[in-house]
């Protein structure tokens, strides 16, 4: 595992510096712009752009809304003050209520739960993920209602594609805002995507997926976090699990997409990339081949979706 993911993170930090820079004056842009969330690959971009531009040409722009956690938009406000970059903060509720985004994904858990409404809170999680012998994996939903009660059902695929569809409702907003800020500026976009994301397909199109440079798109997860702490990146924000911040229950990227652990999978990935057989990738992953074989199923699947 070790050697798979093992990166020289200076060395990879001048690269993406140089190739940020370089983005840059062939694109004619004057600087970049990076949404920054509080989480750790805003945070890496924020500041490789930093190092490749000066902080005088990046501007960050953090974009809440009411299901977001006050503590991730107060990390973002923190990691900008470090890095000496402006910070400018758009409220998205209000045009989130105008698109009825909330409206729409309470209409659909409606169907699922009649008494759903105000004061109650939800989340999607993933079922039967690629580590489990089932053939088939579904999504269950979540919800709490004001007096801490959970429940949970299983999502018919209508209900499951409204929900989302109204969530990424943010995503691609935020996208808007940002080129906003961009096109007004003279600058470039950074797009946010590791390697993990973007060869499984988890971003929204239009939304967190689009980016003018994806200065990490080439890097995983746990070498992301390699480069962060060379970039000394605030422990606050480096030693926490990857969320989405989507939904208004605490969800991580596991068991809302991925169905395993983060590092686990990275190394499944590296593992295939470097041509090895499912044994070897066994031996190495502490995983039976027929589990390596349905995780690689899954890869697949979602790299073709």
């Not at 956690?69 to 970059?85: H, N, W, Y």
């Not at 929900?163 to 976009?189: D, F, G, P």
């Not at 950074?190 to 994301?197: A, D, Q, V």
Request: aromatic residues 6%.
């Amino acid at each position: 595992m070790t050697n798979l993911l093992a990166i020289d993170a200076p060395a990879a930090i001048d690269r993406i510096r140089a190739a940020i820079a370089s983005g840059c004056r062939g694109l004619n842009r004057r600087g970049a712009v990076v949404g920054i969330s509080g989480g750790v690959d805003s945070a890496v971009c924020a500041a490789l752009a930093v190092r490749a531009l000066g902080a005088e040409r990046v501007l960050g722009v953090l974009m809440p809304e009411k299901d977001c956690s006050d503590e991730g938009t107060q990390r973002a406000m923190r990691l900008c003050d470090q890095l000496g970059i402006e910070a400018l903060r758009e409220d998205l509720t209000a045009p989130l209520e105008a698109l009825r985004c909330y409206g729409r994904r309470d209409d659909a858990m409606r169907r699922l739960f009649p008494d759903y409404g105000e004061g109650w809170r939800q989340k999607i999680v993933l079922s039967g993920g690629p580590l489990d012998s089932a053939r088939l994996a579904w999504f269950d939903a979540v919800v709490e209602n004001p007096a801490g009660e959970r429940r949970r059902a299983r999502m018919p695929a209508d209900v499951y594609r409204e929900v989302v569809a109204a969530s990424n409702m943010k995503q691609r907003l935020r996208a808007l805002l940002v080129y906003t800020h961009a096109e007004a500026r003279n600058r470039a976009v950074i797009g946010t995507p590791n390697r993990l994301e973007y060869e499984l397909g988890f971003f929204v199109r239009g939304g967190d997926g689009m980016g003018d440079i994806k200065p990490i798109a080439h890097l995983f997860k746990t070498q992301v976090y390699a480069v962060a702490a060379a970039l000394d990146i605030p422990e606050e924000i480096r030693g926490r699990a990857p969320s989405t911040d989507t939904y208004t229950l605490d969800q991580s990227q596991e068991e809302f997409y991925f169905g395993l652990n983060l590092g686990l999978l990275d190394l499944l990935l590296a593992a295939r990339a470097a041509g090895w057989d499912a044994a070897r990738a066994a031996r190495a992953s502490g995983l039976d081949e027929a589990a390596v074989a349905r995780v690689w199923h899954d890869v697949e699947g979602k790299r073709r979706a």
